[in-house]
T-cell receptor, first 112, second 115 residues
Framework: SQQGEEDPQALSIQEGENATMNCSYK?????LQWYRQNSGRGLVHLIL?????REKHSGRLRVTLDTSKKSSSLLITASRAADTASYFC????????????FGKGTKLSVKP | DAGITQSPRHKVTETGTPVTLRCHQT?????MYWYRQDPGHGLRLIHY???????DKGEVSDGYSVSRSKTEDFLLTLESATSSQTSVYFC??????????????FGDGTRLSIL
């Protein structure tokens, strides 16, 4: 499997703190995407970063991509209780017609 | 909201019975996907479609078939359900002509239990 791997598997922080999640993958990619999943719901797309990009921002989210290390990180600044969810990275690799390979996810708990 | 509806949302059935899950989209996107989500495995691609009657296998396609006779509907069938197919099934769509470099939008899932 070419599955990405997130690290850590679980993360517990206080409201207001920053949360950092990491993702490693195994093969060259077209892009890497981050998704959030609230309990009992479908995945929600957060950010897509292409292989020729190094950093991308969206509101309180910052994603970096290091293709030489085959890794990415998602930073959530000033976390809120509503950020409590599971976060998944997914890679789209060459010739895959947009198919994604998902990691197993990081479970984030933000305590008020 | 990408206008994706999955049905049923919950189903309990017995081993050996056929099961069909439906994914319906309202925006006529070309690419549609079926995933299963299991503890410890994340999401894994079962089958995908890139147009009417155009489908292909994903990572875990054994025991599953799909059909797409209309742009808006993508059906996933378990011909003879087994307990190992107990899972949460998600449908997704991708905006754009190629699906590459596009985010996917997910339905809320179908929780399937096979006893």
């Amino acid at each position: 499997s070419q599955q990405g791997e997130e690290d850590p598997q679980a993360l517990s922080i206080q409201e207001g703190e920053n949360a950092t999640m990491n993702c490693s993958y195994k093969t060259s990619i077209n892009n890497l995407q981050w998704y959030r999943q609230n309990s009992g719901r479908g995945l929600v797309h957060l950010i897509l970063i292409r292989s020729n990009e190094r950093e991308k921002h969206s509101g309180r989210l910052r994603v970096t991509l290091d293709t030489s290390k085959k890794s990415s990180s998602l930073l959530i600044t000033a976390s809120r209780a509503a950020d409590t969810a599971s976060y998944f990275c997914a890679t789209n690799y060459g010739g895959s017609q947009g198919n994604l390979i998902f990691g197993k996810g990081t479970k984030l708990s933000v305590k008020p | 909201d990408a206008g994706i509806t999955q049905s049923p949302r919950h189903k309990v059935t017995e081993t050996g019975t056929p099961v069909t899950l439906r994914c319906h989209q309202t925006e006529n996107h070309r690419y549609m996907y079926w995933y299963r989500q299991d503890p410890g495995h994340g999401l894994r691609l079962i089958h995908y479609s890139y147009g009417v009657k155009d489908t292909d296998k994903g990572e875990v396609s054994d025991g599953y078939s799909v059909s797409r006779s209309k742009t808006e509907d993508f059906l996933l069938t378990l011909e003879s359900a087994t307990s190992s197919q107990t899972s949460v099934y998600f449908c997704a769509i991708s905006v754009g002509l190629t699906g590459v470099n596009q985010p996917q939008h997910f339905g809320d899932g179908t929780r399937l239990s096979i006893l």
